[in-house]
């Protein structure tokens, strides 16, 4: 199940080049010197950690969800309504946050985000990354809602992690190649990212077992501790 975090990273990561680009060029040090290497290397690094702790909140809430035997629906109904609204809205609009506490939330870390550029730190990357993680996204909210479908609490923010690393390959060439990748990318394929997301969403809840993009739910695996605590003690 992992693969497919890192799938979702990996296609999901064509438009973080567009949307994230800017703050890491905007990380201190000169060109190709040591502290541009180290810093930009924190950067993905702090990224890691701020997806890692969403998966922690990601695995309280998927808890519960197994509990209540909503998980498969839930995520075959995410899928499904976030195709919807693409169709209906288009592709833009779960990059632009219009829900009031999303916005105060992007307010506050553009602030953070101003305040951390202005540090002399060696880890100044490291805290712009960890930020970053926290940044309004609907692809990172993609991956929340793959991360709450996991089996246990630590696969869930191993998912998230998961799925930082599947950004990596793009993000990485974006730090140090930025102008040139941003040149060469395809606007149009852009724009399909979120529609084969949302398909990789409804696949994955359907059960079919397809390896890696649909496996097998393991529910009886789940229950079984409920069933051993209600069961007859004679």
């Not at 629906?73 to 999303?102: A, D, E, Q």
């Not at 059960?207 to 069961?231: F, H, M, R, V, W």
């Amino acid at each position: 199940m992992y693969l497919s975090a890192i799938l979702i990273g990996l296609v999901g990561s064509l438009h973080c080049v567009a949307m994230c680009s800017s703050i890491t060029l905007l990380i201190g040090g000169q060109q190709r010197s040591k502290k541009y290497v180290v810093q930009r290397l924190l950067y993905n690094v702090g990224r890691l950690i701020g997806y890692g702790t969403l998966g922690v909140l990601a695995g309280l809430f998927g808890r519960v969800a197994w509990f209540f035997g909503i998980q498969q629906w839930f995520t075959i109904g995410f899928g499904v309504v976030l195709l919807i609204g693409l169709i209906v809205y288009g592709s833009k609009s779960i990059h632009n946050p219009t829900w009031k506490p999303l916005l105060r939330m992007t307010t506050w870390l553009k602030r953070s985000f101003s305040k951390v550029y202005q540090w002399e730190s060696s880890f100044k990357g490291f805290f712009i990354g960890v930020l970053n993680g926290f940044l309004p996204c609907g692809l990172v909210y993609m991956a929340l809602i793959g991360s709450m479908g996991m089996t246990s609490f630590t696969s869930s923010i191993v998912y998230m992690i998961a799925f930082g690393l599947g950004t990596w390959p793009m993000m990485l060439s974006v730090s140090f190649f930025g102008g040139w990748v941003k040149s060469k990318m395809n606007l149009k394929t852009l724009k399909i990212v979120p529609y084969v997301i949302a398909l990789l969403f409804i696949l994955r809840g359907l059960d079919l077992g397809i390896p890696y993009l649909s496996p097998k739910l393991n529910l009886a695996n789940e229950e079984q501790p409920i069933s051993t605590c209600i069961a007859d003690p004679q």
